[in-house]
């Protein structure tokens, strides 16, 4: 047991590391915020920024209007990073947000779709949001990448050919259409 609690310990510490890191790179837009905040209270910003997600955990199993904060959570830095990608010359970052969009987006048909898990599970807005995060983690192989490569893609390359050509038979009964009424 003591074994196991110094291996979380030991996680947690290097978590933590990571964090500071990441609230003191001057690339990432938060740190003149974290700057100001840890000038103005005295507080260290790891525990300003662990005390402010353990506000929003709270308040997403609790508060009114929880749908609304995971969904600014799971829109507003992706959308501002996909900005800066799309002015960016590499394709890399593209390739990354794009990614995280279409995963965003399946799972947002999914959930309208399956509305009642909503009500159901328990936590939903809790769990949504850390799906999220887990998705648009600055890492190499984050959420997104991972149910991009394992589940959509292959299911992508088996019916893409089929889809496509649904989709040209419709394009061509449409314009049909259209050319008639002229």
């Not at 996680?11 to 915020?33: C, M, Q, R």
Request: with cysteine; charged share 15%; net charge positive.
């Amino acid at each position: 047991m003591t074994a196991q609690l110094s291996q979380v310990t030991q996680w947690f510490e290097s978590y933590k590391g990571t964090v500071n890191k990441s609230l003191h790179d001057s690339a990432k837009p938060w740190t003149k915020i974290f700057d100001l905040v840890e000038q103005r209270t005295g507080v260290d910003r790891v525990k300003i920024f662990f005390g402010a997600a353990s506000f929003c955990a709270l308040y997403l199993i609790f508060g009114y209007g929880a749908q609304l904060l995971c969904n600014i959570i799971g829109v507003l830095y992706p959308a501002y990073v996909s900005i800066h990608a799309i002015e960016s010359s590499t394709k890399q970052d593209d390739t990354k947000w794009l990614t995280y969009w279409v995963t965003f987006g399946i799972f947002t048909v999914i959930e309208f779709f399956s509305h009642v898990l909503t009500h159901v599970i328990p936590f939903y807005w809790l769990l949504k949001c850390a799906f999220l995060i887990w998705c648009m983690l600055p890492m190499e192989n984050n959420g997104s990448v991972i149910i991009y490569h394992k589940l959509l893609r292959p299911y992508f390359l088996k019916h893409h050919a089929s889809v496509d050509k649904i989709i040209d038979d419709g394009m061509r009964k449409a314009g049909n259409v259209l050319n008639k009424s002229d």
